[in-house]
């Protein structure tokens, strides 16, 4: 779930806010929160 919820989350944020255009970046981008929110929590568990 930790990475399924960011993804959903920022996919439709950037889907309503109509912030980018090209599929290829918009997959890029949620991807790229998905990594920073674990990276995130790994550092606040450690």
């Known amino acids: ?6 993804a959903l989350i920022a996919r439709e944020i ?3 806010k109509d912030l980018l255009n090209a599929n290829g ?4 981008i ?3 929160i998905c990594l920073a ?3 995130f929590y790994e550092l ?3």
């Open 1 to 6: 779930m930790q990475g399924f919820v960011p």
């Open 14 to 16: 950037l889907l309503r």
């Open 30 to 32: 949620i991807v790229s």
């Open 37 to 39: 929110f674990s990276a």
């Open 44 to 46: 606040i568990e450690w």
């Open 25 to 28: 970046w918009r997959n890029f």
